[in-house]
């Protein structure tokens, strides 16, 4: 297993370019199976969850070629509809197929997705929309089959706005005959470049980033080409990244408005935030103070930034209260903190942050994605060492984080470990 050493105590400078959005671009490959010809996407991330999508995507017959942040994908040849439990097993998002898979084949065939033990991610959405749609459900042996000669347009009203279930759907109604409704939608900028994608492709959606979201049936698709949106979670965690470390920044390649809800909490806690059109630039001169937090469905604060920001205020002037509000286990690295020094006390669903004046480095686990990044980020400002074991997580959302990291002034160093 992998592990970042991190030299705390630089202070952060210069200018970063963020990556292609990881959210936006899994859903994207998986509505590439919709069209039968080729399309190809641009700023493509060079991401662990990527490669996995491909995978997928090969296992089920389609001819995937990535060159650098450039993907081609051709599904003409896609005949199988199962896809491997290994892969459904590394990855949640591999559930993004059925949509596709159903809408153009009439079935599909998925075990329980795996991914980040962040807290229960239940189909239950997905399935209810697509029995509304015609298809009928299997749950049995730990897969879930899903079959339909064709997909009838439907009303659909998701209990919860679940991103997952939403794009989906989204995805399923591409081909069904009639007007899908998706009411109670998720709002997520990447819900928006799904839209994008499948529109340039042919189909006709209106709605996304939006709580109702239309979708008018179409019969054919057409080869397209499509440029991934920036990815605001990583942009927000070079943001907090500066704030910690005193540093001087400019994050590039972001859409401002996606950022919104973290450029607010940051300023709250005392950074000065300039935006120039596609980039922002993050000084931020002394200790944050303390601030509350409470993560939402977008355009709330996202709960991928939960653990970054918890890093930044366990060396904030101050009591922050932060409460999360989507997944119930997103508080599992605190422990990790703590080892550093971290004053974090948990009720529940809630995180009690007492600042203190430093952070000390220590042999610490990444136990997810967002969890390695906050305690790479708590690493940056920590006096001496600190050993990040299990790093692979962190590169499942992260493009050659350490290079980036220290091209602005950081000390992170990369090392092969010993399972």
């Not at 795996?114 to 239950?124: F, T």
């Not at 907090?240 to 919104?260: K, M, Q, T, Y």
């Not at 909490?265 to 980039?279: Q, V």
């Amino acid at each position: 297993m992998g592990k970042f050493i991190v030299l705390g105590g630089s202070r952060l400078e210069g200018k970063v370019r963020v990556s292609g959005s990881k959210n936006a671009v899994l859903p994207i490959l998986a509505a590439s199976l919709l069209n039968g010809q080729a399309s190809v996407l641009h700023q493509v991330p060079e991401l662990a969850d990527v490669f996995t999508m491909k995978k997928v995507l090969e296992s089920l017959g389609a001819k995937v070629n990535f060159e650098g942040n450039r993907a081609e994908i051709e599904t003409r040849s896609v005949t199988r509809m199962e896809v491997p439990e290994l892969l459904t097993r590394q990855m949640r998002a591999s559930n993004l197929v059925m949509g596709p898979l159903l809408g153009r084949f009439g079935y599909c065939k998925v075990s329980y997705p795996g991914g980040c033990e962040i807290g229960s991610r239940p189909m239950d959405l997905h399935l209810k929309g697509f029995k509304a749609m015609g298809a009928v459900i299997q749950e049995k042996f730990g897969y879930v089959e899903a079959e339909c000669h064709q997909l009838k347009g439907a009303d659909i009203h998701l209990d919860f706005p679940s991103v997952g279930a939403t794009e989906n759907l989204m995805m399923a109604a591409v081909f069904a005959s009639g007007q899908t409704i998706i009411r109670n939608a998720a709002k997520e900028p990447e819900i928006v470049d799904l839209q994008n994608y499948l529109n340039r492709m042919g189909a006709k959606i209106k709605g996304a980033g939006l709580d109702v979201i239309r979708v008018q049936g179409v019969s054919t698709l057409h080869p397209v080409e499509h440029a991934i949106i920036p990815d605001r979670i990583e942009g927000g965690t070079f943001m907090v990244a500066a704030a910690i470390s005193n540093g001087d920044v400019i994050v590039e390649n972001v859409i401002p408005e996606h950022l919104e809800p973290v450029t607010a909490k940051l300023r709250e806690a005392g950074a000065e935030i300039t935006n120039l059109g596609d980039a922002l630039h993050i000084t931020c001169p002394r200790r944050v103070d303390a601030v509350d937090v409470k993560t939402m469905p977008y355009p709330g604060f996202p709960t991928d930034m939960q653990p970054q920001m918890v890093a930044l205020l366990t060396k904030s002037q101050g009591t922050s209260i932060i409460s999360e509000s989507i997944f119930e286990n997103r508080f599992k690295y605190v422990d990790e903190l703590r080892r550093m020094g971290a004053q974090i006390k948990l009720e529940g669903r809630v995180a009690i942050v007492t600042g203190v004046p430093k952070l000390t480095g220590a042999i610490v686990e990444a136990t997810d994605l967002r969890a390695g990044a906050a305690l790479v980020i708590a690493a940056l400002a920590a006096q001496e060492a600190t050993v990040i074991e299990n790093v692979e997580h962190i590169e499942r959302g992260y493009e050659k984080l350490e290079k980036k990291l220290n091209n602005l002034g950081a000390r992170v160093m990369r090392v092969n470990g010993v399972q």
